[in-house]
């Protein structure tokens, strides 16, 4: 889970970035330059996640059994270990990108989406908890069934994010129309 923890950097820059391209926008219409950070904070986060789930799921038993020791030699323990790693590598682009949304967010000075879009994506974690942890399977129950809620709510989050981006993209676009600045320019209220 501390993987993600190694692209605080990106989310660290997306948010002064964003903010900065906020700030350069402020009389822009459209404001194309924090359309531009967004996307390729975005991307860069995809790239980033992509890579680091990759190496998550290849060297998972490797850092597994660095981590656990002599529990390590214990396929007890080492083989439910490495289906969650595994299932929870499969998620971490998701959770890239959600950091990165979350981090231009705030950026933008909008605290409220984060809050809305993580709280349903907790109600989606809680929701698949109930149902994946209780199965029998080894791949669909117990610790890999929390994995499995937890890479899923990851990626309704992803989605809800990006909803959310298109649809305030699209408020702006339409708030910005030629029709309306004209109305503007006379003087009239809009």
Same mark, same amino acid.
Do not use: H
């Given at each position: 889970? $501390?993987?993600?923890?190694?692209?605080?950097?990106?989310? #660290? @820059? #997306?948010?002064?970035?964003?903010? *900065?391209?906020?700030?350069?926008?402020?009389?822009?219409?459209?404001?194309?330059?924090?359309?531009?950070?967004?996307?390729?904070?975005?991307?860069?986060?995809? $790239?980033?996640? #992509?890579?680091?789930?990759?190496?998550?799921?290849?060297?998972?038993?490797?850092?597994?059994?660095?981590?656990?020791?002599?529990?390590?030699?214990?396929?007890?323990?080492? @083989?439910?270990?490495?289906? $969650?790693?595994?299932?929870?590598? %499969?998620?971490?682009?998701?959770?890239?990108?959600?950091?990165?949304?979350?981090?231009?967010?705030? *950026?933008?000075?909008?605290?409220?989406?984060?809050?809305?879009?993580?709280?349903?994506?907790? *109600?989606?974690? %809680?929701?698949?908890?109930?149902?994946?942890?209780?199965?029998?399977?080894?791949?669909?129950?117990?610790?890999?069934?929390?994995? +499995? @809620?937890? @890479?899923?709510?990851?990626?309704?989050?992803?989605?809800?994010?990006?909803? +959310?981006?298109?649809?305030?993209?699209?408020?702006?676009?339409?708030?910005?129309?030629?029709?309306?600045?004209?109305?503007?320019?006379?003087?009239?209220?809009?």
């Amino acid at each position: 889970d $501390y993987s993600a923890l190694l692209l605080a950097f990106i989310y #660290t @820059a #997306t948010t002064n970035l964003v903010a *900065g391209a906020q700030e350069a926008d402020r009389n822009e219409v459209g404001k194309p330059r924090t359309s531009k950070t967004l996307i390729s904070a975005i991307q860069v986060s995809a $790239y980033v996640g #992509t890579a680091l789930g990759v190496a998550l799921f290849l060297l998972s038993k490797v850092l597994l059994k660095a981590m656990m020791g002599k529990q390590g030699q214990d396929m007890a323990v080492l @083989a439910p270990a490495l289906r $969650y790693v595994r299932i929870r590598a %499969l998620g971490m682009p998701a959770a890239a990108i959600i950091g990165s949304a979350q981090a231009a967010c705030l *950026g933008m000075k909008d605290i409220k989406a984060p809050l809305i879009v993580l709280l349903a994506a907790a *109600g989606v974690n %809680l929701f698949g908890d109930i149902m994946f942890v209780a199965q029998k399977s080894p791949w669909i129950g117990g610790a890999a069934g929390a994995a +499995w @809620a937890t @890479a899923i709510s990851q990626y309704c989050a992803m989605a809800f994010f990006l909803r +959310w981006f298109m649809s305030k993209a699209k408020v702006k676009s339409s708030s910005s129309s030629p029709m309306k600045q004209k109305k503007d320019d006379d003087g009239k209220k809009s």
